[in-house]
């Protein structure tokens, strides 16, 4: 009884207090100007509707709530560190050296690594003070010591000065660059030309010129390292097919086409190839990749680095050689500075590929414009190369005696470069790679080990180096380099040297093979 | 009761709905992408950003985006609607009602294809690194509850409620206006942050 009446009051007082609290509120709330009006639209808009009603309430309880959430970031990995955290890793850091400690092989290579004193030639001078027969430098028409070369640059040097001090675009087109452009447009067949500065960014700048992500390049396993960055700068969709395997290549275009057609999209269709390989030294097979372009409908990208100014009867390139029409190539990519002993690089095509190229290829738009005496050279290279036809047929020659000596010969090693290639590529044999077990180090010991031995007997040969598809940002080994022994023949020696010097490269691989049991 | 079968739409929030099982035929066997692809499911996240597109987004700012926190670009939204509601109102035989549901389904519709439905830049800056996203998505760099956002996100419902005043309040009008609403409110919350329903989301631009 008197509980009973104790909680009643208790709960008495409660109500009391609450309804003393919405009393003060609404008390407050009246006196707000314009609650009265509010308080009216909100009867006449309930209108006996307490659903719709409830909904309005819930969209303006919404409103306010995403109003007053505090903002965030999506992007993952954002961490928050305290101001210790912050403390201990930066007093934690150590920095990493800018360059890492070379391997041994590295250090043994840097330390038997010719070095050459004076200009280099078919004969050069090293450091030890010895003279030994060149065959590891391009040059191959012996232009690096032609007096006329020499006679009409340092003239042009004189009156152009060394750079043209700007992009070509902005004051640094200068009229020796629109003639080597012109020269070589009318030497290849096509009807323009673009010059690059450098050989090496002219293919990793054309290719993002045109293909962008979303369209498809269909490359050869084996291209070029240029010709890499080129398409991993692009973005697109890169396929490829085995190297020189044109069944393997009409397999991935088909499929390209056939995946196309069911999602009924139109990108664009690149083909990227090399003219002479620079990795393995053999050519492509040019009218068979020209058939199936047309029969897939894609455009052709070629690479003629090392092919332009070397094959063809004239040096006009695999075109030539293969009687293909320049103009059925999309865009045909060259350097001047193999070959042709100037500088720089150029993309030939029709005039609508190059006029593309003069504001959207990175390496024209960003990067100075080509030396004056490097464009002369060039167009005086050209000169020759159409006026003395026999430079071509006695460089042949030369490597047709060094091949006698070397290919069928040498019990070990074979060349995988193709008869009209100055550049050849020795590589071991395959019987000799699985009798003796040789991993690629191994060999790449022995041939750095052959290198060695030539030169101690006079000749200078090197060994091609390539890096590895992990320094090049692939995501995944698409092609391993096989190692191989690199020899370029010049013209500056006459048969007899080159046969003498055959020699004793043959000698030396046999007795380093041998040795090594 | 009117019976607003005729207006009901099947639309169906949930994750849980039915999944299309994943085609592998149409993934891209690429090095260089990685992105894993089901065009043929009808709901999926976008996956993140391969580290091509995430250094090609960071080359340039992202002009296409930018836009919305500049001057006059919240203003504007108040001048379109009052400027539909002025075209409305001219033609002839339009009451108040419809004009006020017209101006909301305009306004709706066209801020629903320009935030949600297309992709990617309409700019060639950046090499096509915003492909996959729509443009609410690329605003302010994904950062959820921006003052952009919250801005954007107030207009519809303040619009929503100003047309349900003015069509008194009428339950077909409001069942409109509603769902116009919800189809442009529902994208533009966190936890539809790079979802893709099959039938709301136009096709991206490329794969």
């Not at chain 1, 063809?312 to 320049?326: L, P, S, W």
């Not at chain 1, 490097?374 to 020659?397: G, H, N, Y």
């Not at chain 2, 949930?14 to 999944?19: G, V």
């Not at chain 2, 065009?39 to 987004?57: F, G, K, L």
Request: proline share 5%.
């Amino acid at each position: 009884m008197a509980t009973t009446s104790n909680l009643t009051t208790a709960s008495d007082v409660l109500s009391t207090h609450i309804f003393s609290i919405l009393n003060s509120v609404s008390e407050q709330f009246h006196k707000l100007p314009g609650s009265a009006i509010f308080l009216r639209y909100v009867k006449s808009s309930y209108q006996n509707d307490p659903v719709r009603s409830a909904v309005e309430l819930f969209l303006v309880l919404f409103a306010i709530r995403y109003l007053l959430a505090r903002s965030y970031s999506t992007k993952p990995g954002k961490v928050r560190l305290t101001e210790e955290e912050i403390d201990d890793l930066v007093d934690e850091w150590q920095p990493e050296p800018l360059v890492g400690k070379n391997t041994i092989f590295e250090d043994a290579d840097l330390e038997k690594r010719a070095v050459i004193v004076g200009p280099t030639g078919p004969k050069c001078r090293l450091q030890t003070g010895r003279t030994v027969t060149n065959l590891a430098s391009y040059n191959f028409y012996n232009l690096v010591s032609n007096e006329q070369l020499k006679e009409r640059a340092i003239q042009t040097l004189r009156t152009y000065g060394v750079g043209p001090c700007g992009p070509p675009g902005f004051y640094g087109t200068q009229d020796v660059h629109m003639k080597i452009e012109a020269d070589i447009a009318a030497f290849l067949g096509t009807t323009a030309c673009i010059i690059y500065a450098q050989a090496f960014s002219a293919a990793s700048s054309v290719i993002p010129a045109f293909s962008k992500r979303g369209d498809i390049i269909v490359a050869d396993k084996a291209v070029n390292y240029s010709i890499r960055k080129g398409l991993q700068i692009s973005r697109s969709q890169v396929r490829w097919y085995e190297h020189g395997d044109m069944a393997d290549l009409e397999r991935v275009l088909a499929r390209v086409q056939k995946e196309q057609a069911a999602k009924k999209q139109l990108t664009r269709r690149f083909i990227v190839t090399e003219g002479l390989f620079e990795n393995t030294g053999d050519m492509v097979d040019l009218p068979k990749i020209i058939e199936l372009k047309l029969k897939y409908k894609f455009r052709l990208i070629l690479d003629e680095s090392w092919s332009f100014g070397v094959l063809g009867r004239t040096g006009r390139g695999v075109t030539e050689h293969q009687h293909v029409d320049a103009a059925e190539v999309d865009m045909i990519i060259g350097s001047m500075a193999g070959p042709l002993t100037a500088a720089g690089g150029f993309c030939a095509g029709s005039d609508e590929v190059v006029e593309h190229q003069r504001l959207s290829a990175a390496a024209y738009t960003f990067s100075a414009a080509l030396p004056a005496m490097s464009a002369v050279t060039a167009s005086e290279t050209l000169t020759m190369l159409q006026t003395q036809p026999d430079m071509i047929t006695s460089l042949r020659e030369n490597t047709r005696v060094m091949w006698q000596q070397l290919d069928p010969r040498s019990d070990w090693m074979t060349c995988t470069s193709v008869p009209e290639n100055p550049i050849m590529m020795m590589v071991f044999k395959a019987d000799v790679i699985n009798s003796k077990r040789l991993s690629l180090e191994d060999q790449t010991l022995l041939i750095q080990d052959i290198v060695d031995e030539c030169l101690a007997q006079g000749v200078l040969v090197t060994r091609a180096k390539a890096l590895s598809a992990a320094a090049s940002g692939a995501k995944s080994d698409v092609y391993t380099h096989r190692p191989a022994l690199k020899i370029c023949l010049t013209n500056g020696l006459s048969k007899k040297e080159v046969e003498k010097a055959g020699t004793t490269v043959r000698h030396a691989i046999t007795k380093i093979v041998t040795k090594k049991k | 009761m009117t019976s607003h079968t005729t207006l009901h739409r099947t639309i169906s929030f949930t994750p849980d709905a039915k999944l299309a099982p994943p085609e592998n035929s149409s993934m891209s066997s690429t090095t260089k992408t990685g992105r894993r692809r089901r065009s043929s499911s009808i709901i999926y996240q976008e996956p993140p950003e391969t580290v091509e597109q995430i250094s090609d987004q960071a080359v340039n700012p992202n002009l296409n985006s930018q836009w919305v926190n500049a001057k006059g670009a919240w203003t504007i939204h108040p001048v379109i609607i009052i400027g539909l509601k002025i075209f409305f109102d001219i033609i002839p035989g339009v009451t108040q009602e419809i004009s006020w549901t017209l101006t909301n389904i305009t306004y709706m519709t066209g801020s629903y294809l320009m935030f949600h439905w297309v992709r990617g830049v309409p700019f060639e800056f950046n090499a096509g690194a915003y492909d996959h996203l729509n443009m609410w998505e690329q605003i302010d760099n994904g950062d959820q509850y921006t003052p952009a956002k919250k801005f954007l996100l107030t207009v519809p419902i303040v619009l929503f409620l100003l047309s349900t005043h003015y069509t008194h309040y009428d339950l077909t009008y409001f069942i409109i206006n509603f769902l116009a609403l919800m189809a442009v409110v529902i994208p533009k919350l966190p936890l539809a942050h790079r979802m893709r329903f099959a039938p709301f989301s136009g096709a991206p631009p490329d794969d």
